[in-house]
């Protein structure tokens, strides 16, 4: 299954790319402003994102998670912000888990195995 990550803060998105590539995941990119996105999206073809919402300039995650979905590109918030007015708000863009930093690894393998699961079954 191919991961893109889109995170702004280096050392949290290597880290990512760490417990992806332990559990066999090949990570297509990390991505860190809405222009690398829109490309790694167009370039890249994931499978799955995991995204941040509190990215550094221009748009939040949540905006950029309506780009995934007219790609057709689910995905995992991973994110520090857990106050009920950002979870309400991330949570009406359907996303396939919403896990709170930090992150325990297995919530993030098991969030990408839930899809991965679906996908299989839906081939079935």
């Known amino acids: 299954m191919k991961v893109l990550i889109i995170e702004d803060d280096v050392l949290i998105a290597n880290y990512i790319k760490y417990v ?5 995941y090949y990570v ?5 402003t809405t222009e690398t996105v829109a490309n790694s999206i167009k370039v890249l073809c994931p499978d799955i994102a995991l995204l941040d919402i509190r990215l550094s300039g221009g748009e939040s995650g949540i905006d950029i998670s309506k780009s995934l979905d007219k790609n057709d590109i ?3 918030y991973l994110t520090a912000n857990s106050d009920r007015a950002t979870m309400s708000s991330a949570l009406k ?4 888990a919403y896990i709170t930093k930090p992150f325990n690894e297995d ?11 679906g996908r299989e079954e839906e081939q079935v």
């Open 107 to 117: 919530n993030v393998i098991a969030a990408i195995e839930l899809l991965r699961q």
């Open 28 to 32: 297509t990119g990390i991505a860190d």
């Open 74 to 76: 689910p995905f995992v």
């Open 93 to 96: 863009t359907n996303p396939i």
């Open 20 to 24: 992806l590539e332990k559990n066999e």
